[in-house]
């Protein structure tokens, strides 16, 4: 069973920062894709950014230039910095993980159970 633990979310004023951290563990053979959703009240969710395994990256036009997401390969980690944080980006932030089992040798989607991010004075 592949599991994704998530840390980092709390409270900020605005135009402050945050690190989001998502650790991947279990019997995984290899992963692709990892991402950042995000859920606000009322709202649909939303990709927020994404990872491949070579290094590239989306982002939502939202959070261009605010966040960067980023993967440490040998800790199965994704990381979403979040910088100049604005009310709006207020949300619950889900951990996505896509790849493949090593025991079975198919493909997996994992999801985090979902880190708060509050942004307010």
């Known amino acids: 069973q592949v599991r994704l633990v998530e840390s980092g979310g709390g409270l900020v004023q605005p135009g402050g920062s945050l690190r989001l951290s998502c650790t991947t563990s279990?019997?995984?053979?290899?992963?692709?894709?990892m991402a950042w959703y995000r859920q606000a009240p009322g709202k649909q969710r939303e990709l927020v950014a994404s990872?491949?395994?070579?290094?590239?990256?989306k982002y939502a036009d939202s959070v261009k230039g605010r966040f960067t997401i980023s993967r440490e390969n040998a800790k199965n980690t994704v990381y979403l910095q979040m910088n100049s944080l604005k009310p709006e980006d207020t949300a619950v932030y889900y951990c996505?993980?896509?790849?493949?089992?090593?025991?079975?040798?198919?493909?997996?989607?994992?999801w985090g159970q979902g880190t708060q991010v509050t942004v307010a004075s």
């Open positions: 279990g019997s995984i053979f290899s992963i692709n894709t």
């Open positions: 996505n993980v896509e790849g493949l089992s090593r025991l079975s040798a198919l493909p997996f989607a994992s």
């Open positions: 990872i491949i395994s070579g290094g590239s990256t």
